[in-house]
């Protein structure tokens, strides 16, 4: 911030009420204030209502009387030979008279310079904008210890105030529950204000109560603060009505609209939810300029964001107009629309880029069906929508969630229909793999009865598909074999697209691989990846090419298995399939033992391990698990029990993204981390992500290369600014090529 102060006469900070903008103008101008012969000067505009009253103000705040009439011209005289910082607060309601002043000002008095705090910018000539982001919190991964709430500024911030309420029996800073502190600053998204005042809760309510609470019992919006505080932030629903208040009427109809939508939105999603008769798109894309110029809505030249407190209130006002049974109707169709193939045949084709479309939009998947469990009428609809996400379910390795809202929209809806018999065949298929043998049975046998009495010929072979699977996953390969032959038969029967058909190939496969058949598991596999293909289903074909991997491994060509299981390695981490993942990782590991390499093959075990928690989650296989085990007693053999545990714990303790790179070999050459030392105080997951934001990724292509959520990548990159003061990804980049230019790692700040 003070490089900024170097490098422009007019620094605005923007951002989202109760974000601590005038905090941290306060605080830059403590610390710049010997660099100017007149010192610093606070005008403070928040109640100011006349715009023609701003001159005198001015005026008054720099100790120079004028007439209570006093204009521009009048206080760019006084203040032409002045060395003076002015720090103009809170300019939002005032933006253009504060534009007309400052231009002015900075035209004819040499010695200005000027920070303003606004929720919008100026819009002058040589303004630099700095966005004031949310306070640092820690991920959900991050694994907190005793003493590190002092590392992360939201938690800090939360214990002083809440310790201020204690004063006579606060605990120490390793006795405080970092873990339920945690907690409570995400769901208020690092907002200060925010996380003030629900720190002077835990003076009446225990931190574990209020941790405990569903967001719907936390009432943050009306949470009261300090007297002191100025009369907008006593509460936060006051600083956001401060903020609505300012919006025009279509940008305050846009921002209840948008609260339908749970973890941002593409501007093609805002268009066909929010945009009607009433607000057409023109309108639409107008106010969502508007809101993002107010700072109520985040742009990341991706998606909009909402912090959940601005989303909560904008709920508020959605139900106050009446209007929110039918935009979350609107919202439920475009999702549902998006799970449906837009040719019209009855599965969308599972390619990559779909199911990262899917991925990043997961939020907005759940939000709907959320709203279809929510209403009688709206039953039928989840169940078809659940139902057609099948691939997502099994591809983003997410078949527990499948198996939640199937086994809800199940229970409620009993209509016998189509959409009944997919629901029971998709929701055994799930449990199959998950290891609940017998649910998947049960399924498989309601859906084959169900879909006879209608005449579903397509439910009655994916009922057979189902049924060998589960008794493939029961660890019974032989006996499946002649179940998904069977199946097979009946599936090449339909018409195509027909995904069920390469899948019961390869699960075929899979079984011929497990039972000791390796021309029957060669023949459809390799069916299976043609078919697949043609077809455009690409997780169907890296999932038997994942087999295929293991068929080269057990006809002993392991350098084949390598180069196989790495391109399915790569397929599943654009998705975070973390169960395709840790099998593919957990061959590898077979294949480097055979290759000789003992302790890589150890260490690719711990990482596997790492991946799906237990070595259990391969693939639910008693065949893989079983040879798991042989494989632990042979390398325990070689290795010694001292030494394979060694190895097993390093890769264990591998961070995701560097555990894939690792299994993948890819070059590591250019991963030195930055320095971390007091003057660049990031964590070792802040350091990896600066450095390939220095490598010039995107946020989405972060979350890729580490497997995490492209949310938690912004999280981490947004920290990072923060922390060292930055305000583009360009100045990190440009900090990482000093740092490595530099033999003796000089501070980059320097």
Not at 35 to 61: H, I, N, Q, W, Y
Not at 536 to 546: H, K, P, Q, Y
Request: aromatic fraction near 4%; charged fraction near 25%; hydrophobic fraction near 45%.
């Amino acid at each position: 911030m003070k490089r900024l102060m170097t490098e422009s006469r007019l620094v605005t900070l923007t951002g989202v009420g109760g974000v601590g903008k005038t905090r941290l103008a306060i605080h830059v101008a403590r610390q710049v204030h010997l660099a100017f012969a007149d010192g610093v000067r606070l005008v403070t505009l928040a109640d100011l209502a006349t715009p023609e009253l701003l001159p005198t103000m001015v005026l008054s705040a720099v100790s120079i009387s004028g007439s209570a009439s006093a204009g521009v011209d009048e206080v760019a005289e006084q203040l032409a030979d002045r060395e003076l910082l002015l720090l103009l607060d809170n300019c939002e309601h005032l933006a253009d008279a504060c534009a007309h002043l400052v231009t002015t000002l900075l035209q004819r008095c040499p010695g200005l310079r000027v920070l303003a705090t606004s929720r919008e910018r100026l819009r002058v000539d040589g303004e630099v904008v700095y966005v004031v982001p949310p306070l640092p919190l820690p991920t959900e991964d991050v694994q907190l210890q005793p003493g590190d709430i002092l590392r992360y500024d939201a938690l800090a911030l939360f214990v002083d105030r809440a310790s201020a309420l204690h004063a006579d029996r606060s605990p120490g800073i390793g006795d405080i529950d970092a873990e339920n502190v945690a907690r409570l600053c995400r769901r208020l998204d690092g907002l200060p204000l925010a996380i003030e005042l629900l720190a002077a809760r835990t003076a009446a309510i225990p931190l574990q109560v209020l941790a405990d609470r569903p967001d719907d019992q936390l009432p943050v919006l009306s949470m009261t603060g300090s007297r002191s505080a100025p009369v907008r932030h006593h509460t936060l629903r006051a600083a956001i009505e401060y903020s609505y208040e300012l919006c025009s009427e279509p940008a305050r109809l846009l921002w209840s609209r948008l609260s339908v939508f749970a973890g941002g939105a593409t501007l093609e999603s805002v268009l066909d939810v929010c945009a009607d008769g009433v607000m057409p798109c023109s309108e639409v894309e107008a106010a969502l300029t508007e809101l993002v110029d107010k700072s109520i809505v985040a742009f990341d030249a991706d998606r909009y964001r909402m912090l959940a407190t601005i989303r909560a209130f904008g709920s508020e006002r959605l139900r106050a107009l009446g209007d929110e049974l039918v935009v979350r109707s609107a919202h439920r169709d475009h999702f549902a629309a998006m799970t449906a193939d837009p040719v019209g045949a009855a599965w969308p084709p599972a390619t990559w880029s779909r199911l990262r479309r899917l991925a990043a939009d997961h939020a907005n998947l759940r939000a709907a069906l959320e709203f279809c469990l929510s209403d009688r009428s709206e039953y039928s609809a989840g169940l078809h929508m659940a139902s057609r996400m099948w691939t997502f379910w099994t591809g983003c390795g997410l078949g527990r969630e499948g198996r939640h809202w199937l086994g809800e929209l199940l229970a409620v809806s009993q209509e016998a229909s189509s959409d009944r018999v997919t629901g029971l065949w998709v929701d055994g298929c799930l449990a199959a793999v998950d290891g609940d043998h017998g649910h998947a049975l049960r399924r498989a046998e309601e859906c084959a009865s169900l879909a006879a009495a209608l005449g579903d010929a397509p439910g009655i072979a994916h009922a057979k598909f189902v049924w060998g699977m589960a008794r493939l996953f029961g660890g019974h390969a032989e006996d499946a074999i002649s179940d998904l032959q069977a199946a097979v038969e009946l599936e090449r029967e339909l018409p195509a697209p027909n995904p069920v058909l390469p899948t019961s190939l390869m699960v075929l496969g899979m079984a011929g691989c497990l039972a000791g058949s390796l021309d029957l598991a060669r023949e459809t596999l390799t069916e299976a990846c043609e078919l697949a293909q043609a077809c455009g289903e690409e997780l169907v074909e890296s999932w038997a090419r994942l087999y295929v991997g293991l068929l080269a491994l057990l006809e002993g060509r392991q350098d084949d298995a390598v180069v196989t299981l790495r391109g399915v390695l790569a397929d599943h981490r654009m998705v975070d399939d973390v169960g395709a993942m840790s099998i593919a990782v957990e061959l590898l590991a077979w294949a480097a033992m055979d290759l000789g390499d003992d302790v890589r093959a150890a260490e690719l075990m711990g990482v596997s391990n790492g991946l799906a928690v237990a070595v259990a989650q391969l693939a639910g296989l008693e065949g893989l698990r079983s040879w798991h085990h042989d494989r632990v007693t042979e390398l325990k053999k070689r290795l010694g029990s001292r030494e394979f545990e060694r190895a097993v714990n390093q890769g264990i303790r591998r961070p995701a993204g560097d555990a894939i790179s690792f299994a993948l070999e890819e070059s590591t050459t250019s991963s030195q981390p930055l320095r971390h030392d007091d003057t660049w105080a990031l964590t070792a997951r802040e350091q990896q992500i600066a450095l390939l934001v220095a490598q010039g990724q995107t946020n989405k292509q972060i979350a890729s290369h580490l497997v995490i959520s492209p949310r938690t990548a912004e999280g981490h990159v947004q920290s990072i600014l923060a922390k060292l003061g930055f305000t583009s990804r360009a100045q990190i980049a440009a900090a990482f090529a000093r740092r490595t230019a530099s033999p003796n790692g000089t501070d980059v700040r320097a």
